[in-house]
């Protein structure tokens, strides 16, 4: 069974890389032309571009709060991720170059690249250990790793669809 053993996180500035840069780009055009996926509440409906490297959703309509995850590297195979909110304004900062990095509390394990703005996210990878007993309703690293993996060609046939549309 995987037990929560929660390792520490260091508080990092972290440079915005000029892919997020970009997308934030297109997350902000999309929130001013009001485009649908930035107007309802949800966890994952903004996807914009082709590379499927970030994906977030409105969390908190009336705050304008979005929460955002992040593969680095522009790799999806990369098991790092960032998971941070924005407030609409501090969105269009981004894109607009006026703000370049934020503060993240990263796990410091072996070059990973979990990255959150919440010190109390635990890594996946990291903060789990195994105690050697059996539980079956427990999701195991395989059936992590192949959950996200079906997220992502979804979010890959999604984006083919949208450029088929516009
Ligand atoms: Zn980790």
New binding site residues.
Partial sequence: MRILDIKDKKLEEVVLPQDLVGWFGLVYKGILRKDEPTQIESDDCIQYGEDNFAFGGLIDKKRKLFMFTYFPVGSLQSKGRWTFELTENQIGDIAQGKLKSLRLWA?Q?DG?Q?KSDKQSRT?F???YEDDGKPSPNHLTKEDFDRQQAEKLDLLRKWTANQAKIS
Avoid: A, K, S
């Fill in positions: 796990c394990q990973c979990v890594c990878y990291h903060d």
